[in-house]
């Protein structure tokens, strides 16, 4: 008997964590997709937002963003600075592009394991500039509308001879 209400606590317990988990959102250090510009520049003042020249309801905002102002998956990285770009369409924040040092990827990812759950894993080849092929590892978050993408190689950086970035890409699909 005692046996079975412990199993049943620790069943009801797990689901509990993995709704939980799975129902919260997929914002980045309190930065939720969807908001409007007005709001994010409220409270994170250190974006600065232009209209795209060439697509008029396309505006991007960009900032040093310290990671330790607000908590969440890069909160350990006291001192750092992550250079960070918004795009907003018909003002919806609808993707966060993160450009990051490869060389961290593994720890990286374990930071956003920890903090929103196990993702799906992908693998693609890519192709650089001078013709060398990689294995490039993608992790995959989904909750709904939302996604987080995070490939191990940017691979449009890599084309053009660049190898020391990774790439983190917040989505909201609509």
């Known amino acids: 008997m005692k046996y079975k209400i412990t199993s049943t606590v620790f069943i009801t317990l797990f689901i509990f964590i993995n709704t939980a988990v ?11 997709l969807g908001v409007d510009e007005e709001t994010l520049t409220e409270n994170y003042p250190e974006f600065a937002c232009n209209t795209d020249s060439k697509n008029p309801e396309l505006r ?22 992550l250079n960070i770009t918004l795009t ?19 720890p990286t990812a374990q930071f956003f ?22 294995n490039n590892s993608i992790l995959i978050w989904k909750r709904g509308k939302e996604s987080i993408v995070y490939w191990e190689i940017d691979k449009n950086r890599y084309a053009n001879g660049n190898y020391e970035y990774s790439r983190i890409l917040f989505l909201l699909k609509e």
Request: charged residues 25%; glycine residues 8%; positive net charge.
């Open 88 to 106: 907003f369409v018909n003002d919806k924040l609808v993707n966060i592009n993160i450009p990051f040092y490869r060389a961290l990827f593994k």
């Open 22 to 32: 799975a129902a919260s959102n997929l914002s980045f250090h309190g930065i939720n």
């Open 60 to 81: 991007r905002c960009h900032a040093k963003f310290d990671p330790t102002s607000q908590s969440g998956v890069f909160e350990k990285l006291r001192g750092s600075k």
């Open 113 to 134: 394991t920890d903090h929103y759950g196990r993702p799906k894993l992908a693998h693609e080849k890519v192709v650089g500039k001078q013709g060398k092929s990689l």
